[in-house]
Structure formats: structure tokens, C-alpha cells
């Protein structure tokens, strides 16, 4: 059994910036990608932020400039460092990450932190 537990969500203002983490526990083998994805009130789940096992990162473009990912794979980790945030980051966001365990190579999800960007 594998998990996934975000932390770091919260209210900011526009402009601030918050410090999302995840952190991945259970069976683990090892971690190919691990990402982060949002879903605002009536949208789709869109991608915000990907990074390979080799370190190559995908961003979305309405965060590229502002938004870095990264990671600790000694602590099987993923944060999002979110700066300069605007009203329309409000969303609920998600980690993901592609985990080799027991049960061979499958894809998991956290239960998502509340972001919220408004004065």
C-alpha cells in the first residue's frame, strides 16, 4: 500500500506565495514522476507541474516563471513552490506520483490541499 499526504495549502494573498509537500510512504521501490495537478470549482483537472526520475520538469504556462517543483528522493518527496500568486491559482491541488511497489509500477493520487488566493 502506497499513500500520498499533501500539506502546505492554505489563504494567501495576491502576490504571496505558499509551499506545497508531498510526501509519498508505504511499499516503495521506487518513484519514476511525481507531480502536481489542480482542479478549480467547474474545471477539469489540468496539470500544474511535473518532475521526471532524470529531473526534467513540465510546467503549465500560466505557471511557468512562478511556480517550481521539486524534489527529495531520499524522503520521497515532491514540494511546489508557489510565487506571485493570483486569484485564478485558487484551486484544489493534487499530488501525483508513479510508484514501483508490491504490486509492480502504478500511478497514486493525494487527497488533494485547498489553495486559496484572495484578499
Known amino acids: 500500500q502506497v499513500q500520498l499526504v499533501e500539506s502546505g495549502g492554505g489563504l494567501v494573498q495576491p502576490g504571496g506565495s505558499l509551499r506545497l509537500s508531498c510526501a509519498a510512504s508505504g511499499s516503495i521501490f521506487g518513484i519514476n514522476a511525481m507531480g502536481w495537478y489542480r482542479q478549480a470549482p467547474g474545471k477539469q483537472r489540468e496539470l500544474v507541474a511535473a518532475?521526471?526520475?532524470?529531473?526534467?520538469?513540465n510546467y503549465a504556462d500560466s505557471v511557468k516563471g512562478r511556480f517550481t517543483i521539486s524534489r527529495d528522493n531520499a524522503k520521497n518527496t515532491v514540494y511546489l513552490q508557489m510565487n506571485s500568486l493570483k486569484p485564478e491559482d485558487t484551486a484544489v491541488y493534487y499530488c501525483?506520483?508513479?510508484?514501483?511497489?508490491?504490486?509492480?509500477?502504478?500511478?497514486?493520487w493525494g487527497q488533494g490541499t485547498q489553495v486559496t488566493v484572495s484578499s
Open positions: 501525483n506520483a508513479d510508484v514501483w511497489g508490491r504490486v509492480g509500477v502504478r500511478d497514486y
Open positions: 518532475l521526471a526520475s532524470g529531473d526534467s520538469t
